[in-house]
């Protein structure tokens, strides 16, 4: 996982869907196969974490004191 641990999480998705591609056309070694399928489920978490990291900051605001705390919308009451 270190070789990906920089990417961004496009670059991992292409990544990701390049080695889609290659395992779609068949004709892959199965050694070969096996080494594509291991690299995908790393970039596959990657992207996963990257975006569950991005929803847990999309669900916070900065208080007054700077502390995140969780955003809530109020909805006027009628």
Excluded: R
Excluded at 29 to 45: F, H, R, T, V
């Amino acid at each position: 996982m270190d070789k990906y641990k920089d990417l961004t999480f496009e670059e991992a998705m292409e990544k990701l869907e390049d080695i889609i591609g290659k395992l779609e056309e068949g004709d892959v070694p199965l050694e070969k196969a096996i080494s594509y399928y291991q690299d995908g489920m790393m970039l596959s978490k990657i992207c996963s974490d990257k975006l569950n990291h991005i929803q847990d900051k999309m669900v916070q605001i900065m208080n007054d004191q700077g502390e995140l705390v969780p955003f809530d919308i109020q909805e006027d009451e009628k």
